[in-house]
């Protein structure tokens, strides 16, 4: 074997070996159940995701990853640089500790120390008083929510 191809099939193993952590189905990561995976959602899988390279792997620019997107090449290449998240601890699940599927104010608090009354009047779109996967993880909620 020469040098050049044991290079070669060092490369690739070691591609296949990341790769394997990248999330291979959308249902894993769509937190909302709408099938799709916001730059929210994906964040939640994969701490430290950056917005620029949620964009690069977005290729219909719709500001949503579909199943398709998720498991196209350049998708796994970008999901393999991050370790993925605990799945039982993902999303919506870490906050809400009553498990309803929906996260009350105090739930959110004790997540995001110091978060006022009034802004979570503004993330319960529908003025439920509760707050659900969709109004938790639009993306200008996940902006102000990463403040805290």
């Known amino acids: 074997?020469?040098?050049l191809s044991i290079l070669a099939a060092a490369a690739a193993a070691a591609l296949a070996g990341t790769a394997a952590?990248?999330?291979q189905d959308i249902a894993d990561v769509d937190l909302n159940g709408d099938g799709f995976a916001s730059f929210g959602e994906l964040r939640a899988s994969y701490p430290g995701l950056q917005r620029v390279f949620f964009d690069d792997v977005d290729t219909n620019d719709d500001n949503r990853i579909d199943a398709s997107e998720l498991v196209a090449p350049e998708a796994q290449t970008v999901l393999s640089r991050y370790e993925p998240a605990d799945a039982n601890v993902v999303g919506i699940r870490v906050i809400d500790a009553d498990g309803d599927g929906l996260v009350s104010y105090d739930e959110l608090e004790r997540s995001y120390p110091g978060l006022q009354q009034g802004y979570y009047g503004r993330i319960d779109a529908n003025g439920d008083g509760l707050v659900d996967a969709n109004?938790?993880?639009?993306?200008?909620?996940?902006?102000?929510l990463n403040r805290y």
């Open 135 to 144: 109004e938790l993880y639009a993306d200008e909620v996940q902006a102000e």
């Open 21 to 23: 952590h990248a999330v």
């Open 1 to 3: 074997m020469t040098r």
